[in-house]
């Protein structure tokens, strides 16, 4: 599959898990099997509070020698200190990788689903000139190396980017929405990001009991506004009740296409954010169970 130019993306920091017990410490923190990801070889997984909310999804990367993980830079630091109470005497080392980077590229196809036809657990993976180039569930990479070696930011590839993921309901966490969703809220189940064999890790209780009893009553959903949209922006419904949160979202133009995640039961009503109107494009779940809940 061939793809666009890629671009720096900023949104992206590293951190870098080393120590012979980087894969059992990881298995037990993150939702993803780790302690099976094969060297060379990366996967998605989300890192949960007690409560199950999901306080950042990574893309995670074994290079055999060491583990990488891939999250929203204005994250990162909060997710080392969050891993480093929990190493105690393990074998484990946390790193900031200050000096690498993460670029980004879109397939020239950009034909969209709602979600893939069964879970990716493991995830395509090639290296080349030291720089590792994973690919995504929705056939997007990303590219991590030092950042010299990395393409530039280019800030029409990375809108490019960023508005493919949205469309394709691929949410990323970043600090404005940490803590704020269950994994199923922002179907990580559907792409490979949860384990439900692998064992306990923070939250498994709550995101196992959302899955097998059907609890979740808030799913992903595209919208259009022509007003602008930030990450963390509440959503209202015509009676002014809350009824969701912005996760993501890109300016094309005069329009902004954001992903949020919002009420089963508000997938047909007026929607607005701070009384401009919002209109819902299209929803990344099923009402038909859920409507009146």
């Not at 780790?34 to 509070?49: E, K």
């Not at 493919?164 to 922002?186: D, F, K, R, Y």
């Not at 959302?210 to 808030?218: E, I, L, P, S, T």
Request: charged share 15%; with cysteine.
């Amino acid at each position: 599959m061939t793809h666009t130019a890629s671009t720096l993306m900023p949104f992206f920091g590293l951190i870098r898990v080393s120590g012979e017990d980087r894969a059992s410490f990881l298995h037990n923190q993150l939702s993803n099997d780790i302690n099976h990801l094969p060297a060379s070889r990366a996967c998605l997984a989300t890192y949960n509070t007690a409560k199950g909310r999901v306080i950042a999804n990574i893309v995670v990367l074994n290079r055999g020698e060491d583990i990488i993980l891939i999250a929203a830079a204005d994250l990162c630091e909060t997710l080392q200190k969050k891993l480093q109470i929990y190493i105690m005497r393990s074998k484990v080392k946390l790193e900031c990788m200050a000096e690498w980077g993460a670029a980004v590229n879109v397939p020239t196809s950009t034909t969209t689903s709602a979600e893939p036809a069964q879970p990716q657990y493991v995830l395509s993976t090639t290296q080349a000139n030291q720089i590792w180039h994973i690919t995504l569930p929705d056939n997007s990479t990303i590219q991590i190396g030092k950042i010299s070696q990395l393409p530039p930011l280019n800030t029409e590839t990375s809108k490019t980017w960023l508005a493919h993921q949205i469309n394709s309901g691929n949410p990323w966490i970043s600090a404005a929405t940490t803590e704020t969703c269950v994994a199923q809220m922002l179907n990580q189940q559907l792409i490979g990001a949860v384990h439900f064999k692998k064992g306990c890790y923070p939250g498994q209780e709550i995101i196992a009991r959302a899955q097998y009893r059907g609890q979740v009553k808030r799913g992903l959903a595209l919208l259009e506004a022509t007003s602008t949209l930030s990450a963390g922006d509440i959503i209202n419904d015509s009676n002014n009740e809350e009824v969701g949160l912005i996760i993501n979202q890109v300016q094309q133009g005069a329009i902004t296409l954001a992903l949020a995640v919002i009420k089963h039961s508000a997938a047909e009503t007026q929607l607005q954010c701070f009384n401009h109107p919002i209109v819902t494009k299209k929803c990344f779940f099923t009402t038909a169970i859920t409507k009146n809940t």
